[in-house]
């Protein structure tokens, strides 16, 4: 057996610029990209005395897909089923932002049935990744139960989302000008008779969770952020909202039928992890509002516009902006006239929020970095991109 | 001295030898029970059936998961002081066997009856931390040792308000032998130190969890912080025995709280060693239930809630218990 020789581990990149210095009581740790509660492949470099953190740097890079450049290489339909795997919680955000970019590019009229589907479809989707977020959170913080409670109400989601689209997760539903196909004759009554069983759910979650003086310990005052510290990172959605500032896309600058509808911006002042849970909670309330409107108000029509077999913007740029379940989705394509993008610029809401991490865990405890860790909602894979 | 007396049941090195054997049976057939009784709460806690296809009711699943666990290569990490890392599970184990000697199954039952019973359990419970220590320590790993770290803290915080609220029962019954606490208390509930004081019972109840290292105070072990805790680098039967000492320290502590608090072996109609098993039952999956409902607690809050609430409220009830003792004796 070869003698133990601690010089022998020099660490990779990461943790070698990552070293303490002439100290001898701090430790450096490496949390992740193996670990339960960085949710798949982030890692964090953290230095720790004892257990608090003095200083917090996220290493990403370990799920890069070069999502981007694949864009390059494609044409513009093609690329589509990419925008499901980036963000795979929030797929039909993704889509949209997509299809609503080139679509600004070529001038494309949507006709008004596919619109409200986008929207009834994005919102179901919406639900689905808050009720997802909302068990792993509660995961995070050592409650194993409420995910499968979670999951049980998101199956039901998925059940009509396959029977619009297909597929249970990774949707590739957009088309440039439309959606891909109509939606069943249930879906109305499916969708209404969802929303009414979440609402019915939700006083249950709200006794049993989110009022547990437990969990009330480990949210609230932990990673208050403040909204200039949202500002100056560019963080959005929900992590935004509950530091006071009702920004929200669907709002601010709307897109699609939007503007149609009547909804609610939930907002908190706190800033803590507890206000951003809330933020999340009542969102569950306004996409079943949104989603009632949509599906009661579906208007006959086409579902597609005449774009032609390839679609070939002409030369130019456009941008869109979609508000995903974790923020702003902002979508740049650049068109040098051929079938395949030039450029596609990819604006993922989780790199800006996971950037204030660094700031909020600093001076923290080791739970709480993983509970701030949590409420910022990280997918790594959009992160990464 | 005739082989006849060294057979009998009476003969203290005897008696040691069978008392130890009927333990290792007992905690090991029991620890397959409890995974058993634990996933099957858990499953049903979570919308979700549990272990459902091996044996009736998925009752064989914990033998084949112990056969599984047993069959893994034992593997020590690359630097890990081998000696204390592989010192710790059986450490963890040791205490165990002790603690079950004097346990009162029955009004005649106990493997080495002592008048002294509460305090070699007391002692010997403290022991348990000293694995978790060697475990952490030795593995040489950065999530073992913090978990260890926070094992200290726990023990050392949680024993001060257990053995207070302990010894308002003691000092209530006058005695430290099991067997005269819970001979004492009735078969009825109203008979119960649990229920003539439900302060020390509750403070028990909650120092216990704490002290078997249970949700929502697991910790050491606390997998979406420190992965596994102190048990992190462990696979195999070094596992095993963690979590099999795990499940007896729980079994020794509903012993306690079921001798100390609920009357012990006493009720009406059945034989005592049954409602023995009945009340360890109700507390064990009482327990249970804890650890899939609640979220875990923060380390500081841990602390606080000890030092700040329990302590307190147990030198409190201590007071009471003289001062009502002073008074009817």
New interface residues.
Partial sequence: MQAFDPTALRGDLASARFEPGPTDDKLILSMGPQHPSTHGVLRIMLELDGEYILRAEPVLGYIHRMHEWMAEQKTYMQFMPNMGRVDYLHAMAWNWAYAGAVERLMGVEVPKRAEYIRVAVTELNRISSHLLWWGAYLLDLGAFTPIMYAFDDREIILDILQAVTGSRLTYSYFTIGGVYGDVPADFASRCLAFTRHLRSRLPMYRDLVTDNVILRGRCEDIGVMDVELARRYGATGPCIRGSGAPVDTRRAEPYGVYNRFDFRIPAYTEGDAMARYMVRMDELVTSCDIIDQAVQGLPEGPIQAKVGKTVKPPKGEACYAVEGARGKIIIHVRSDGGPKPYRVKLRAPGFSNLSVFCDLARGTLLADAVSILGSLDLVIPEIDR | MNLEQLLSLDYPLTRLVIGLLCIFAFVGLNGLVLVWVERKV?GH????PGPLHVGPHGLLQPLVDAVKLIGKQLVAP??SDKALFWLAPLLAFAPVTVCMLPLPWGPDMAMIPMNTGLVLILAFSGLGVLSLILAGWGSNN?WGL?GA??SVAQSVAYEVPLLLSVMAVAITAGSLDLFQISAQQGGWPWQWYGVKNPLAFFIFLVCAVAETNR??F?LPE??????AGFHTEYSGMGFGLFFLAEYANMIIVSGVAAALFLGGWQGPFLPGVWWFLVKIYCILFFIIWL???????????LLNLSWKWLTPLALLDLALAVIVAGFGG
């Fill in positions: 858990a806690c979570q919308l979700r690359f630097g950065k913090l770290a926070r949700a929502p697991d606390a997998e979406s912080e420190l992965t650890r899939w409902t609640y979220p875990r607690v923060r380390f500081d809050q």
